[in-house]
């Protein structure tokens, strides 16, 4: 195969993930729209909190529903290497879940804490998120090294690019829809 084909391969491969990323991310946020919508509560923090929660699980439950099609498409696995592969991802996954799980109650907690943030909330809540980061960061270390040591080098890197874009996507969508904490006036 020459270099040339070989790159619009690659263009081609590159063009279709992120047809599928903006589909999907347009997908997401159309359904936590309508979501957003079906909740009516008089108080408007109440209404703004049960609106996220329900974003959140909607986010998280189709997301989870179409992560494995998206990974699967864009990781183009041989059998030989689809054997070694899935195992070591649904194990990944599964510890993941824990994380994301560690997530959604972190943002719960911001949702109910919202209206009355303190500062010693508020830096609480800073240091939770700090060590989530690292745990995710541990965790993506962990299993980059072993799947370079079970498949390659190239095709570990392939999965943490597909990961880290979902990720962004996730992590873009939940920020988009908390309100930004202000100081509270002490006078």
Same mark, same amino acid.
């Given at each position: 195969?020459?270099?040339?084909?070989?790159?619009?391969?690659?263009?081609?491969?590159?063009?279709?993930?992120w047809?599928?990323?903006?589909? %999907?991310?347009l997908?997401?946020?159309?359904?936590?729209? @309508?979501? &957003?919508?079906?909740?009516? $509560?008089?108080?408007?923090?109440?209404?703004?909190? @049960?609106?996220? /929660?329900? #974003?959140?699980q909607? %986010?998280?439950?189709? %997301?989870?529903?179409? =992560?494995e !099609?998206?990974?699967r498409?864009?990781? +183009?696995?041989?059998? /030989?290497?689809? &054997?070694?592969?899935?195992?070591?991802?649904? +194990? #990944? /996954?599964?510890?993941?879940?824990?994380l994301?799980?560690d997530?959604?109650? @972190? $943002?719960?907690?911001?949702?109910?804490?919202?209206?009355?943030?303190?500062?010693?909330? &508020?830096? /609480?809540?800073?240091? *939770?998120?700090?060590?989530?980061?690292?745990? *995710?960061?541990? @965790?993506? +270390?962990?299993? #980059?090294?072993?799947? =370079?040591?079970? %498949?390659?080098?190239?095709?570990?890197? *392939?999965?943490?690019? $597909?990961?880290? !874009?979902?990720?962004?996507? $996730?992590?873009? !969508?939940?920020?988009?829809?908390?309100?930004?904490? +202000?100081?509270?006036?002490?006078?």
């Amino acid at each position: 195969m020459t270099t040339a084909t070989s790159t619009r391969m690659n263009a081609r491969t590159s063009a279709r993930t992120w047809i599928r990323f903006a589909a %999907l991310a347009l997908a997401l946020a159309a359904a936590a729209s @309508l979501c &957003a919508q079906q909740t009516h $509560v008089q108080d408007p923090a109440r209404s703004k909190e @049960l609106n996220t /929660q329900a #974003y959140i699980q909607l %986010l998280h439950a189709d %997301l989870s529903a179409k =992560k494995e !099609q998206i990974v699967r498409e864009t990781m +183009e696995l041989n059998d /030989q290497q689809s &054997a070694i592969f899935w195992p070591i991802y649904r +194990e #990944y /996954q599964a510890e993941q879940t824990r994380l994301t799980a560690d997530k959604l109650a @972190l $943002v719960a907690d911001y949702s109910q804490n919202f209206a009355n943030m303190t500062d010693e909330k &508020a830096d /609480q809540l800073a240091q *939770r998120i700090m060590q989530l980061d690292e745990k *995710r960061m541990a @965790l993506r +270390e962990k299993y #980059y090294a072993t799947m =370079k040591k079970a %498949l390659s080098s190239t095709i570990a890197v *392939r999965f943490f690019q $597909v990961e880290h !874009q979902l990720q962004l996507i $996730v992590d873009l !969508q939940i920020a988009a829809n908390l309100p930004i904490i +202000e100081e509270n006036d002490p006078h």
